[in-house]
């Protein structure tokens, strides 16, 4: 990392990133050596800086030696009046408070405060002070908030510039295809613009981008794993903070339902009774107890039994976020809960379940008879039957409504409502969300499926009608690239192409997928080429999936096939 040596210094060390440069244009020191004790527990300094440039960047020093660090608050006030409390009793029993606030250091908490290294202001943020004026008088305040520990208030320091990084990508969005390895992206620019834009997969820079996209397909990327996608901004020379997103990359699907067995213990079975419902239908069914990507990979459709209250499955983030990738690559997906989308806290996959976010109301255990309803075509109206609770006497049954803008289409409707009590109105319980493609389709409810006391058996096979299964790709397993079929991707995979194209009598190439390099649905003279650039050129791109370090099948609709591929014997 990089620190202020002393004002006006330009800060630009080898091998950190452009948005780490930092050239100090104007600021100030002070060393008002004041007591921060009990009978002194307040101290103030002031600093005036007579530039009037606009803060794009800033760096605050201090310099306080103390028994106990975590006993202190530091506030700094700007000349236009805007204050900041950059600690706020951090750093627990550890002695003094020597460090620089960047907002673009490592995040307090991350490190010790002695790494010698920049700190992110915590909780205030920089970022309201940018576009202010540097002019006037800044003030510190160090209140030390506890009895018996103290310490002296050194000095202290304000380092402000006025070229500062680019303002960030925003709002990205992220979306895997199935079995490709290819992840969609999505964002919007700054006001600002970017003269390019850069483009790094788990820390490395893959591509550079015009500075104007707001639209980029990742190159094949190992299937079945998580991949930290990021995009940075680069104006004048900076680079902006990368925006991220983190995604899990669906295989080829299996030919097996999943069930996620995560409700608790009470008086309904409801992953057995969903076992069973689709095991009638002729589906292969596999149960699960854990929700993770090298657990559930890629099944052909996705069954989330998370149980009703007390004894309801939490969804983490990142099993939210795992659930919306296979969502948005086209894995069907039906999910049961209760106070899944009323108490508990939001994931990802609430952009992809048709249930209106923060709409849903905290139901009771009043839902004693499920009234189906139609929508979009598939009809439940025949359905109605008593319904038999899990938790009797504390099974909240929540009431949903559906969503209107989750990122897979608007066409969410009720397909299971209570009954009405007399002179009363019944409350919807269940949701269909007949999304757009590749989007899986959705089915979420706020009750147990084993404690419908119907035919369990048809309620299965209609929704299996409805949520379909993912499609399992044919054809003959291959690696893209590696023309000559030797199971490796190299030199010889272009020479081989350059034979086919050019040479009378050359050895007859299998799979012109795997010869189909760039995967633009041909073989010719620009395939040997992009081999030749992903061998050679640094962060070049690699061929598409399946390839070159995985054998897969063809995911791409074009004229040429492959016919038999030995390296993936």
């Not at 620190?3 to 100090?24: D, E, K, N, S, Y």
């Not at 139609?374 to 038999?388: I, K, P, R």
Request: glycine share 12%.
């Amino acid at each position: 990392m990089i620190r202020i040596i002393h004002l006006g210094l330009v800060l630009l060390t080898l091998g950190t990133p452009a948005w780490a440069q930092f050239t100090a244009v104007a600021g100030g020191t002070a060393t008002p050596g004041l007591p921060v004790s009990d009978t002194n527990p307040v101290a103030t300094s002031t600093i005036f800086i007579s530039e009037t440039l606009s803060i794009a960047d800033i760096q605050v020093g201090i310099d306080v030696t103390h028994t106990w660090r975590g006993d202190l608050e530091v506030e700094v006030t700007s000349p236009a009046g805007t204050t900041l409390r950059l600690h706020d009793h951090q750093g627990g029993s550890g002695a003094d408070l020597i460090l620089t606030w960047w907002q673009f250091g490592v995040a307090n908490g991350d490190e010790e405060y002695d790494c010698a290294c920049e700190m992110q202001p915590a909780p205030g943020s920089f970022f309201d002070w940018f576009g202010q004026s540097a002019y006037g008088t800044w003030t510190m305040t160090v209140t030390d908030t506890v009895l018996d520990d103290d310490g002296t208030f050194n000095s202290w320091s304000v380092a402000i510039s006025d070229m500062g990084p680019p303002l960030p990508i925003e709002a990205i969005t992220c979306n895997p295809e199935l079995g490709t390895g290819v992840v969609n992206l999505n964002w919007g620019n700054p006001p600002s613009g970017y003269d390019e834009i850069l483009v790094r997969v788990n820390g490395t820079v893959i591509d550079t981008i015009a500075g104007i996209s707001t639209t980029y397909s990742t190159p094949g990327l190992s299937l079945s794993t998580i991949s930290d996608i990021c995009l940075s901004g680069v104006l004048d020379g900076l680079e902006s903070l990368p925006t991220c997103c983190s995604t899990f990359l669906p295989g080829p699907p299996s030919l097996s339902a999943l069930i996620f067995a995560g409700e608790g213990p009470g008086d309904i079975d409801s992953a057995a009774a969903l076992e069973a419902a689709l095991s009638a239908q002729g589906i292969s069914v596999d149960v699960v107890t854990g929700l993770t990507p090298s657990i559930v990979d890629t099944p052909a459709s996705l069954w989330l039994c998370l149980g009703t209250f007390p004894n309801a499955h939490v969804m983490t983030q990142a099993e939210g976020g795992l659930v919306r990738d296979l969502v948005v690559a086209g894995i069907p997906l039906y999910v049961e809960g209760a106070d899944t989308w009323g108490f508990h806290p939001a994931t990802p996959m609430w952009q992809v379940d048709g249930v209106a976010d923060f709409e849903a109301e905290d139901g009771d255990d009043s839902l004693a008879v499920l009234v189906g309803a139609d929508f979009a075509g598939q009809s439940f109206a025949d359905l109605t039957a008593e319904y038999d609770h899990d938790q009797p006497g504390s099974d909240w049954t929540d009431r949903l409504v559906p969503a209107i803008n989750d990122i897979a289409g608007p066409e969410s409707g009720v397909i299971w409502r209570s009954e009405a009590a007399p002179g009363g109105a019944g409350y919807d319980v269940g949701v269909l969300y007949d999304t757009v493609a590749p989007f899986g389709r959705v089915i979420a409810q706020s009750w147990e499926f084993g404690g419908y006391s119907g035919d369990q058996a048809e309620v299965a096979a209609r929704y299996v009608e409805f949520l379909g299964q993912a499609k399992q790709p044919s054809g003959v397993h291959f690696l893209r690239g590696d023309s000559n079929g030797d199971g490796s991707f190299n030199i010889a995979d272009a020479v081989s192409t350059l034979a086919l194209l050019f040479t009378l009598g050359a050895p007859v190439v299998t799979c012109l997928d795997a010869a189909d390099a760039n995967d633009d649905g041909q073989v010719d003279i620009g395939d040997p080429i992009f081999t030749l650039s992903a061998l050679f050129i640094s962060g070049a791109p690699l061929p598409y999936a399946p390839g070159p370090t995985g054998c897969g099948l063809d995911t791409t609709a074009d004229a040429i096939d492959c016919a038999f591929f030995l390296g993936c014997f």
